[in-house]
C-alpha cells in the first residue's frame, strides 16, 4: 500500500519537515529538531498534524447501547459536546485499539481512532453493528486536524477565534466555531501531557488554518512540531500508545487503564476477561523505570530480574524533559513495584534499572 | 553541509583523519543531521582490535540507534570519554569534539582506498545508504 499524504504534506516539505512514513501516512518526524520541538510544547507551544487519525461517525437510536457494548469505558456519562477516552476491546480482554468518543447528541458521536488502526476498527465496528439500529460512516477522508498544544496554546489562539476559549475545560469542545475565519470542531485535548486543542477542519481548510495559527503564534515561540516530539511528549506523560503499551495482546488493565474499564455499565466486549483481570489482579502490569547504569531502552527489549526475562519494554527513550533515559515495560506483576531493581538487555548486555514512578512528567497546575 | 577536504570517509558515513600511525575516527556531518539530536554513544573499549567494516560504536538519538562501523582495521588505542556525558557534541562538533575513537593502523593501505572529499560528497547527495 502507498502512503498516504495529508492535506499538510507540501507545508512540511516546504518548512523543511523531515518526511517518514507512519501508519501509512507520510509525516514529518521534526522539523527544527525533536528536542527544540519537545521542549516548545513543554514551555510554549507546538504545532502538529494530525490529519492521519481516522474518525467514524455513530449515529442513529441505538448508538449509545451499541457504543456500551462496543467500548469499556461508560459512553452514558458523556454530556453533548463532552468527550471520552476510551479503550476498545475484543471479548479476550485484548484492545482493538484505544480511542476518543465525542457526543455531538443524544444520537451522534464521532469517534476518533488511531491512523494505523482506521481500516481494522472500521471493519470491527461494523461487524459489531451487525443487527443494530445505527447508522455508520467513516469520515476520515473528509476531516483534517491540528493540535495546538502547549501552555500558550489559548493565548495563541485567542488571537485567531471570538470564542471566549478558557471557558472550553479539558475534555471538552465546541462542535462548530469560527477560527481564521474557517469552521472547525474545537476540543481542548491533546496526546502530549499539556494543555492544548485539537481543531477538526474540512482538509481544503488545513493548510489555511496552520498558516494562520503559525502566523499568530510564532512572536509568542510557537513552533511546528513532528512525530517525533509527539513520542517523546506522550512518553514522559505516560499516555499509551497503541502498538507499544496496548495491542491485541495487552488488556488495558494490565496497561495500568483499569479506570477506563467500568464493568458496572452492564455488557461489553471483553468485559469477562478484564473484570477477572481487575478481581484477581492481572499477572502482567505496565511499569515505568529509568537506567540506572548507561544504556537506551527501546522498545521490545527483554526486562530482566532475578536471573530470568520477566518481560519486555514496550516503549524506551531519552526523556527530553526530565533529561534520563526513562522506559515503559510490561513485567510480571511481582516486579511492578516501585525501587525494584530490574536489568534491560540492550545489545546482548544486561544493565541495571529501577522501577519508578508513573507519569514521568505532570504539567503544573490542572 | 559540510565535508572537510583533508579528511577521508567511508559511504557508511565515519570520517577518518591520519595523525602519524594512528587514525581518529568519527561520524560526519551528514551522518549527524540524519541522527537527529544524539543523547547516547556507547564506546568500545581500548585495546579492542577490530576488522575494517566490524562495530566500533553505537550512536542513539532520540528516535534512531546506529551502528558506527570501523573504517580501518587495528586496535582501539583512545576513545573519547566526554561523549558519556555530553553525547550532542556528535552534532555540534562531528569533526572536533565529536570524535568517537583513535585506532592504530595494522594495514595503512586500507587508508587509502577510503573515499575522498568529493567521492563522499556524491554518497551523501544520494541520501546515503
Known sequence: MTARKTPLYETHVRAGGRIVEFGGWLLPVQYAGIKEEHQAVRTKAGLFDVSHMGEILVQGEDSLSFLQTLVTNDVAKLADNQVLYTPMCYPDGGTVDDLLVYRQGPNDYLLVVNAANTAKDWAWILEQAEGKNVSLENVSDDIAQLALQGPLAEKILSNLTEEPLAALKYYWFWPEVTVAGKRVLLSRTGYTGEDGFELYCDPGDATYLWEAIMAAGVPLGLMPAGLGCRDTLRFEACLPLYGHELSAAISPVEAGLGMFVKPDKGAFNGREALVAQKTAGPKRKLAGFAMVDRGVARADYPVWAEGRQIGHVTTGSYAPSLDKNLGLALVEAAFAVLGQAIEVEIRGKLVAAQIVAKPFYKREGK | ?129
Open chain 2, 1 to 129: 553541509m559540510n565535508i572537510p577536504k583533508e579528511l577521508k570517509y567511508t559511504k557508511d558515513h565515519e570520517w577518518v583523519r591520519v595523525e602519524g600511525n594512528t587514525a581518529v575516527v568519527g561520524v560526519t556531518d551528514f551522518a549527524q543531521l540524519q541522527l537527529g539530536d544524539v543523547v547516547f554513544v556507547e564506546l568500545p573499549p581500548v585495546g579492542k582490535t577490530l576488522k575494517q567494516g566490524e562495530p566500533l560504536s553505537v550512536i542513539e538519538s532520540v528516535k534512531a540507534v546506529s551502528d558506527v562501523y570501523a573504517p580501518v582495521s587495528g586496535k582501539v588505542v583512545k576513545v573519547n570519554a566526554a561523549l558519556e556525558e555530553a553525547p550532542d557534541l556528535v552534532n555540534q562538533s562531528p569533526y572536533g569534539e565529536g570524535w568517537v575513537a583513535v585506532i592504530e593502523l595494522a594495514d595503512s593501505g586500507e587508508v587509502d582506498a577510503l573515499l575522498d572529499d568529493a567521492a563522499y560528497a556524491g554518497v551523501a547527495a544520494e541520501g546515503g545508504h
